[in-house]
Each structure stands twice: as C-alpha cells, then as structure tokens.
C-alpha cells in the first residue's frame, strides 16, 4: 500500500514538472516571435488619425549667406529669394555681330557720313551717339585699318577703297553698356569710411566682396564719368531697411540682372525692394568704378552693387 502511495506521488510530481516545463517553453516562444517596438516609437490606437510633423518654418528674409557663384560667362551671382538659393546666372551675352558695308561719298552708316573718297583715304563727319547724341558731327579722317565708332555698340573699320567705293567691316555689340552709372554723390563705402563716388581715384581704399562672401579691401582701379543727356532718367531703388540709391536703370547688380529688373517684394541685398522708381535726372553725368578682386562688386549708399566696367 505504502508502494502504490509512494508512486501515484511520484507521478503527480513529473506531471507538474512537465506542466511547467511546458508553460516556460510557450512563454519563451511568445517573447521570441513578439515584433520589436522601439522605445522612442509611438503606437497610435486604433481608429485613430494620425497629424503629420509641423514642418520647420522657412528662414527669415536677410539672413541669406553672403558667398558668391561664379557663372559660365565670368560674372559672379549671390543668394536672394526666401530660400537663398544662388540667382540664376545671366544668359550668355549676345556675341558682336560683323558685316561687310559698301558706301559711296554722300552716304551715311550708323554714326558716320561719309563725304570723300581719296585712293589712300576717307573723310566724313562722325555724329557720336554715345554718352551724348551730337547733333554737330567731328570731322575724321580714315585710312586703311582706322576706326570710326557711334561711341559705345558700333564701330566702323575700312578695310578696302576700290574707285568711289568704300568698304568697311561693321562691328555691332549689343552687349556693351552705354551708359548706366551712379547718381553724383552716391557714397561708396570704404576703409576710410563712405566717399562721394564722383571724388573717388584710382588706387584708393574700397571696400568689395571675395567669392567666400568676406567684406575685404580692395583698391580702385578704374573710374567713369559719363556725360548724359538732358532727358536721362535714374532709377529709385528703396529697400524695406530704409537704403537707398539713385542709379541708372541698366546698372548690373550681383544677382545678374539689372536694377531696372527687380521687383517689388523681391529679396535683394538682405531685405525686400520697396520701391523701384524711374525719375529725372538733373545732374550732367553718371559715374562708376572698379574695384580690384574678383567679383567687381561694392557698396553704394549701402546696397551691395556690380560695377559696370566690369561688363565692358
């Protein structure tokens, strides 16, 4: 009886060992198969909708960075626009287009009258259309080779006198400027502090801008000063920080327009245009200058502009 006693617990024991062998083993199974939640992972119940991230607001107008690209053509581009992103580079300047010209005593091309044919020589009157239109021409007189030129796009080079015929080699360049400066006593800012741009000389202080965007100094290495007629008329360019400045309307700037080219509410020079205005001008000359370094670029009445004698 004790035997029979003594095994019926001895099955009861191996039952319950293997009852909990087998629960372990289900349980270890269950953990192995559970998919891994990250702990920084969020679980959205079910039915539930889901809000998408706020994105980051868009930077602040004016904090752009103040490098420079340099464009296919050689010119130099900065960052404008809510984004910063580079300007787009200028299209590929119109090339100068040649043509030969036969002219007779009398007859007239461009600036230039011819009145005498010689075996060796011409002579005419030249009417300058650049700066000033004239309405009284130069006498000139050309020989094989020598130019004649309108002042600025054309220019007239005689390549050949055959009996009353003359033949010149006609140069037209639509990309010159002519001419489109700044305003007298705009100032131009310098290690020396800001100058009347009509008083700057060559080899003075200037401050300009490298292609990494640094503020460096620089000096002048050419001015202009540029007749212009009665009827010539300047741009008003007023951004939203209160700079302001009188200049031509072809003037180039540093995103690769011209200042006659921005718009209201564009970003330009770290803060928004204002006001682009064509007014009178009442002086009798514009004036420009270039600064040593790489870009040309410099600051007149604050506002970081190209220079057009470096388009030349």
């Given at each position: 009886m004790n035997h029979q006693k003594g095994f019926i617990n001895i099955v009861y024991t191996v039952v319950v060992v293997a009852l909990l062998i087998g629960a372990g083993a289900y349980l270890t199974i269950r953990q192995i198969n559970k998919p891994y939640i990250s702990p920084t992972a969020t679980t959205t119940p079910p039915g539930a909708t889901t809000t998408p991230p706020t994105p980051p607001p868009p930077p602040a107008p004016g904090v752009c960075t103040a490098d420079?690209?340099?464009?296919?053509?050689?010119?130099?581009?900065?960052?404008?626009?809510?984004?910063?992103t580079f300007a787009a580079c200028p299209s590929s300047l119109p090339q100068p287009q040649f043509q030969l010209i036969s002219m007779r005593e009398g007859e007239r091309e461009s600036s230039f009258l011819l009145e005498r044919i010689y075996t060796d020589r011409v002579t005419g009157l030249n009417f300058g259309e650049y700066p000033v239109a004239m309405e009284q021409g130069n006498p000139v007189t050309l020989r094989l080779g020598e130019v004649v030129s309108n002042g600025c796009t054309v220019t007239l080079t005689l390549t050949k006198i055959e009996g009353n015929v003359a033949t010149f080699s006609k140069k037209t360049d639509s990309s010159q400027i002519c001419p489109i400066c700044l305003a007298r006593n705009t100032l131009i800012d310098t290690p020396s502090g800001t100058i009347p741009v009509q008083d700057l000389e060559k080899g003075m202080a200037i401050w300009t801008l490298n292609r990494?965007?640094?503020?460096?100094?620089?000096?002048?290495?050419?001015?202009?000063r540029t007749p212009v007629p009665p009827t010539h008329q300047v741009i008003h360019l007023v951004l939203n920080d209160g700079r302001e400045v009188f200049v031509s309307g072809g003037h180039p700037v540093t995103n690769g327009q011209k200042v006659q080219d921005l718009l209201v509410g564009e970003v330009y020079d770290g803060s928004y245009v204002s006001s682009v205005e064509s007014i009178p001008y009442r002086e009798q000359a514009t004036y420009d200058v270039l600064?040593?370094?790489?870009?040309?670029?410099?600051?007149?009445?604050?506002?970081?502009l190209d220079s057009t004698l470096n388009h030349k």
């Open positions: 420079v690209k340099q464009c296919p053509n050689g010119t130099y581009v900065s960052r404008s626009g809510p984004n910063c990494l965007g640094e503020r460096i100094s620089a000096i002048v290495v050419e001015t202009t600064p040593s370094g790489e870009t040309g670029f410099y600051w007149a009445n604050g506002i970081l």
